[in-house]
C-alpha cells in the first residue's frame, strides 16, 4: 500500500514539473510585464536575470529588420555587434533555447539608456 502511495505522489511530482516546464512563456511575459518606462538598464537586468540575454540569430549585414511584436515596427539593427543579430539600442531577452521557444523575444528598448518601451516577439 504504501509503495503505490510513493508512486501516486512521485506521478503527481511529474505532471506538476511537466506543467511548470511548458509555461516558461508565461512566466517571461509576467516578468517581461514589470519593465516599464523609465527605468534604468540596471533595474531590466535584475527582473530579466534568470533569462537568456541575445537574439542567437547570426549577424546580418541588413540595417533593419522587421519584428512581428506587438509593435510591429522596422527595428535598426547594430553593425557593430558581428557575434549576432542585435537590435540597435535594444536588449532581447529569452525563456528558452528550445526549438518550440527559441526564439521568443522579449524585446526592451532604450532611449537616454532609460526604458521607452517593451514588446514580444513570439517565436
Known sequence: MVFYKVIHILCIACVINIAHAQDTR???????????????????????????????????????????????????????????????DCDVFRHSDEGKYDSDWGIVCYKDEEVAWTDFAPD
Open 26 to 88: 508565461g512566466y517571461f511575459l509576467s516578468q517581461l510585464g514589470k519593465v516599464q518606462p523609465g527605468m534604468s538598464r540596471k533595474q531590466v537586468e535584475k527582473i530579466m536575470s534568470a533569462y537568456v540575454k541575445g537574439t542567437n540569430w547570426p549577424h546580418s549585414p541588413a540595417t533593419s529588420m522587421k519584428v512581428v511584436g506587438s509593435r510591429r515596427v522596422d527595428y535598426e539593427l547594430d553593425p557593430t555587434k558581428k557575434d549576432q543579430l542585435t537590435l540597435k
